[in-house]
């Protein structure tokens, strides 16, 4: 009985990419046994690829022959501990006693089968699947979880960035309401020297060198960001201030000395340097002070953009000029080396020329037509090279004749006495015909 | 008898006409039994099966083991001689 018609077989197995040949009664047990190998092959690389695509691929290559298979363990009709147990005695005696008529064959063929298919265990097909498609589908909603997640990370730091830049170029120094504090004040501490007065005092200067640093840090930023206003030294004159302060700030004037010495001997950073006459020497009293300079000073974004840019082009263009120089070098040694292997293969090439004269004026003394079995140099070097060449391949044709020398064992070198003349003279020493390797 | 090698090199050098199918390389008295109770009486029956399988050698042997219980070598000399006859005759 056949459980699979020949031709639901052969489109079975075409549905795997594989074309039978002729299905009959000797090869279709063949081609059932392959069609079942593909199909648990399908299964195990079905299993092992857990997303819904592959799956669903996988699941229209294994749903015919998958009905295939149920369609043949239904057929069969025996009960299952039965054929267990048939299938425990056949194989113990299934090598000795070969009889071979067709009914054994099909028998044997439904216990293979059956073996298939408990191994593939069909019952439990559905849980693996909708576990399978359950786990797919918890993957995307965590992917999609995560990848939401990373865009609003992303924006924050964005926003965070931006945030930060312009704190730190726009948002300093903005102490701009000193000036009503000191309105409010109408305390006289003039001389006293209790801890209030002494804190006040301690106040009115911060504000005062708040003021000078922020005078001071726009000079200097002025300075180092296009000089609109024409100053020549970031360094600003003791003088220039305080008229600067006389001008705008007249109440702070007279604790400008204090708070320079508070500056001067106070260990922490005011922002503010001290300069005195001589650049180089440390400042130590108030008197030899006699400019002030910033060290912070105020740029804008495009400016210390600007600086940074070129500063870092700067830098890397040492670096970068070294390379060219290396590329360049580079560039000039392929060029060196392609035309050392030009020279190379057209001293090859005249080498085999000049072989190939000799021979044949070796063989043409040996048929009588010359008149000495061995040939000039020179002589083959005109007959090789047109006139025009000649000066051009000197130092190539010198080359052949060095490598011939050393390297040709066929061809000897001697000095003859030609019509007068000497002469080197190449001679052809394989007498017989063997056939060249070229 | 002949031995395998021999035989190989015997059915090779011509065309196999009606030559008993214990004549094919591997194919002993024991296995040639079995192939012609099962109706390969003839050598060029089992080549009619070689060409059917598309001569294909995993297909071949496997249905040489299934016919007659020929073992591994026995199935690769058999393969073996009617390859290359077809490759000079076919």
């Not at chain 1, 000089?227 to 007279?254: G, H, M, R």
Request: net charge positive; with cysteine.
């Amino acid at each position: 009985m056949a459980y699979l018609s020949d031709e639901e077989l052969r489109r079975q197995l075409k549905s795997f990419g594989f074309c039978p040949g002729p299905i009959s009664d000797s090869t279709r047990k063949l081609y059932q046994n392959k069609l079942q190998k593909l199909c648990s092959e399908e299964r195990s690389k079905a299993r092992s690829y857990w997303t819904p695509r592959a799956q669903k691929q996988a699941f229209n290559h294994t749903e015919q022959p998958y009905d295939s298979l149920r369609q043949v363990r239904a057929n069969s009709s025996s009960p299952l501990h039965r054929t267990r147990s048939r299938i425990r005695t056949r194989t113990r005696t299934r090598t000795p006693s070969f009889q071979g008529d067709s009914d054994e064959s099909e028998e044997e063929y439904e216990q293979q089968s059956w073996r298939y298919t408990t191994n593939t265990e069909p019952l439990r097909r559905p849980d693996w699947q909708e576990r399978c498609q359950n786990a797919a589908r918890r993957n995307v909603f965590l992917e999609r979880q995560l990848s939401r997640c990373l865009v609003a990370c992303t924006i924050g730091l964005a926003v965070l960035l931006v945030w930060l830049v312009y704190v730190k170029t726009v948002g300093l120094g903005q102490s701009g309401d000193v000036n009503k504090n000191i309105q409010l004040l109408a305390v006289d501490c003039k001389g006293k020297k209790d801890s209030f007065c002494a804190a006040e005092e301690n106040r009115l200067q911060m504000q005062l060198l708040s003021k000078l640093y922020n005078f001071l840090a726009e000079v200097a930023g002025d300075l180092l960001c296009g000089n609109p206003s024409k100053l020549k030294n970031k360094c600003v004159c003791l003088d220039d201030i305080k008229t600067y302060f006389s001008v705008f700030y007249p109440e702070y004037l007279d604790r400008m000395d204090d708070s320079l010495l508070t500056v001067l001997q106070s260990r922490k950073d005011f922002g503010i340097r001290l300069v005195g006459e001589d650049v180089n020497t440390p400042v130590t009293a108030v008197e030899e002070i006699h400019c002030l300079e910033s060290t912070h000073p105020y740029m804008s974004l495009w400016c210390r953009l600007q600086r940074a840019v070129v500063i870092v082009v700067s830098r890397l263009f040492i670096f970068m000029l070294a390379l060219l120089v290396l590329w360049g070098v580079l560039v000039l040694l392929r060029y060196r080396w392609k035309k050392l292997e030009e020279e190379d293969q057209a001293m090859y090439e005249l080498v085999r020329k000049i072989i190939g004269a000799v021979r044949d004026h070796y063989k043409d003394w040996d048929q009588g037509l010359e008149p000495i079995p061995y040939v000039p140099i020179p002589h083959i070097r005109d007959t090789l090279i047109p006139p025009q060449n000649r000066r051009r391949m000197r130092g190539i044709w010198d080359k052949a004749v060095e490598f011939l020398a050393s390297n040709e064992s066929r061809i000897r070198t001697e000095t003859h006495r030609i019509a007068g003349e000497d002469f080197l003279v190449w001679r052809w020493t394989q007498p017989s015909e063997i056939s060249d390797s070229s | 008898m002949s031995s395998t090698s021999q035989k190989h090199k015997e059915f090779v050098a011509e065309p196999m006409g009606e030559k008993a199918v214990m004549a094919l390389a591997g194919i002993g008295e024991v296995l040639g039994k079995r192939l012609e109770e099962k109706g390969f009486d003839k050598a060029y029956v089992v080549l009619g099966q070689f060409l059917v399988l598309k001569k294909d050698e995993d297909f071949f042997r496997e249905w040489l083991k299934d016919t007659c219980g020929a073992n591994a070598k026995q199935q690769f000399d058999c393969y073996s001689c009617l390859k290359e006859w077809c490759d000079s005759f076919l």
